[in-house]
């Protein structure tokens, strides 16, 4: 997939919001995804905002329904989220995602240690966020088990 297809944050989202993607496409998608909320401007991944944080979310529940080889289109987006938290509104679009955190703690699962690391990494960093990040990292893992039919501890 040629580098230029993506130039803003609008032709990641229209892309990834097309069902009929392959993995691999969906992976070399994702990739670059990660490079550019990595290296553009605070601008930029504002831009991506709500819309794209969606799209993300969407991939990465994706990779629940499917087997072992969706293993790295999940660290990508692990990957994706940390970057888009890397600044005060995407953080907030986050929390304010009712599903994000329970996503993120679904990925924390040693089946997939890489992934783990990366998910715990962010659930740690969301649990000193004030006023009620602590709480909401609670629920999350306590949701996420709730799924798997675990208890959270």
Known sequence: MAR????????????LSNPELSLAKKYSCIESLRVALTNNSLEWVQDFGNKGL???????????????????????????????????????????????????????????????????????AVCLVPPDGHDKTLEAITIAGEVKQRERF
């Open 4 to 15: 230029n297809k993506f130039d803003s944050p609008a032709d990641y989202i229209q892309y």
């Open 54 to 124: 969606k799209q993300v979310l969407n991939v990465l529940n994706e990779c629940f329904r499917n087997d072992s080889k969706w293993d790295r289109v999940q660290l990508e987006c692990i990957k994706c989220l940390k970057a888009i938290m890397n600044n005060k509104v995407g953080l907030q679009n986050l929390f304010d995602h009712k599903e994000a955190l329970t996503l993120m703690a679904r990925s924390i699962t040693p089946t997939v240690p890489l992934v783990m690391l990366e998910a715990v990494k962010l659930m740690a």
